[in-house]
């Protein structure tokens, strides 16, 4: 008898059950926050909601929502003035502001590679590029991660247009690219480089490809307003030939309501906040350290070169990552496990973000219990 659609969904979910890998939603709670991406902690800043509230009490007339999407109703000269502003910050010709950064991974790279071109990216790429290279209709290839060698392998083997993508700061591991070695290889091959920067952003000035004045040296770069900017939304940044572009074939642009004009008010307001704020970046910096010292040994060697806000300690095994989390969330700290299938089986981690809000008390209360855990 042909299995019905009732009947395959419990089937899946009875094995993901079996496998402790089924996920369900939770709501916020009252832990100490080592687990979200408010690196700085603009979501839940009181004074930024005032900002964001008072601006808008200046524009009564604007609607509530943006009535469309960009090519009919959605549009505004506000949005593209915004494009234009948040570009100059990065160095950037222009942008294409999108609903998400997994919307704007997933646009540029369904539509930009062409049927015999190349994409070539790092295993732990984020899941929005993975999914956007097998909508297009060009040939894709990972590499293992960081690994020049095997990426200059899969360069000589790479036909048509050759795209290369890497995230600026890994969102599971937390350590960084070599963004500087990665450009060579593309300028050496004639590749085109496209770096994520969500969970750099903020964290390392506007993002490393700005912090190491490459800007030149990289085709496309995304940035994403829901980590340390604290909002939702993303841009692509690159050519005003690339933005016309997606604005003519990205299907994620071309037929999804654009943001309203609240939320475009409100990127404006934190962005300019941001700026200010990294005038004085030291705080998050120094918290980071304060954890990476604190770590039992085992787990500081991994973490050592971790530049960014993101740091995990291997723990095998979804039951074993799972058991450990729950442990310390009894203890008032929010550390959330990442199973398989979401990383490889076997590197199994407790994912651990440090925020400008973390007190040294709550890290270094953090850190014993960890080693208490750990021996």
């Known amino acids: 008898m042909k299995q019905g659609a009732n009947e395959m969904m419990l089937d899946k979910l009875k094995l993901r059950k079996s496998e402790s890998t089924f996920r369900s939603l939770q709501t916020k709670n009252d832990l100490y926050d080592f687990s979200s991406n408010d690196y700085l902690g603009f979501a839940r800043s009181a004074e930024l909601r005032q900002a964001i509230n008072e601006a808008l009490e200046k524009h009564h007339q604007i609607s509530n929502g943006a009535t469309g999407s960009r090519l009919l109703s959605g549009n505004s000269v506000f949005a593209e003035q915004l494009e234009e502003e948040i570009a100059g910050y990065h160095q950037a010709a222009n942008g294409l502001i999108f609903n998400s950064g997994y919307t704007a991974n997933s646009a540029l790279f369904s539509c930009l590679p062409q049927k015999g071109d190349t994409i070539l990216y790092d295993e732990f790429i984020h899941a929005s590029v993975i999914d956007g290279a097998r909508l297009s209709f060009a040939s894709r290839f990972k590499f293992s991660h960081n690994d020049l ?41 004639q590749a085109h480089l496209i770096v994520d920067e969500a969970h750099a952003f903020g964290v390392i000035g506007t993002g490393l490809v700005d912090s190491l004045g490459m800007q030149q040296d990289v085709f496309a770069r995304i940035v994403t307003f829901g980590k340390a900017l604290g909002l939702h939304g993303a841009i692509v940044l690159g050519t005003d030939l690339l933005r016309d572009y997606l604005i003519n074939f990205a299907r994620p642009f071309i037929y999804t309501t654009a943001l309203p004009f609240s939320q475009l008010l409100a990127l404006k307001i934190a962005y300019r906040r941001l700026l200010t704020y990294l005038l004085n970046k030291s705080t998050l910096h120094y918290k980071s350290s304060l954890l990476k010292a604190n770590l039992p040994f085992q787990h500081q060697a991994r973490c050592r070169n971790n530049i960014g806000a993101i740091f995990c300690l291997l723990i095998s095994g979804n039951k074993e990552a799972i058991r450990f989390s729950r442990i310390l969330q009894n203890k008032g700290f929010d550390v959330r ?15 651990i973000c440090i925020h400008t809000h973390n007190t040294d008390e709550e890290i270094l209360k953090l850190c014993y219990h960890i080693k208490q855990l750990s021996q």
Do not use: H, N
Request: aromatic residues 6%; glycine residues 6%.
């Open 149 to 189: 060698e095997d990426l200059e392998k899969k360069l000589k083997k790479s036909t048509g247009v050759c795209y290369v993508a890497v995230e600026s700061i890994y969102s599971m591991d937390g350590d960084s690219a070599d963004l500087i070695r990665i450009a060579a290889l593309c300028t050496k091959y």
């Open 337 to 351: 496990p990442i199973l398989s299938p979401t990383v490889q089986k076997g590197s199994e981690r407790l994912r």
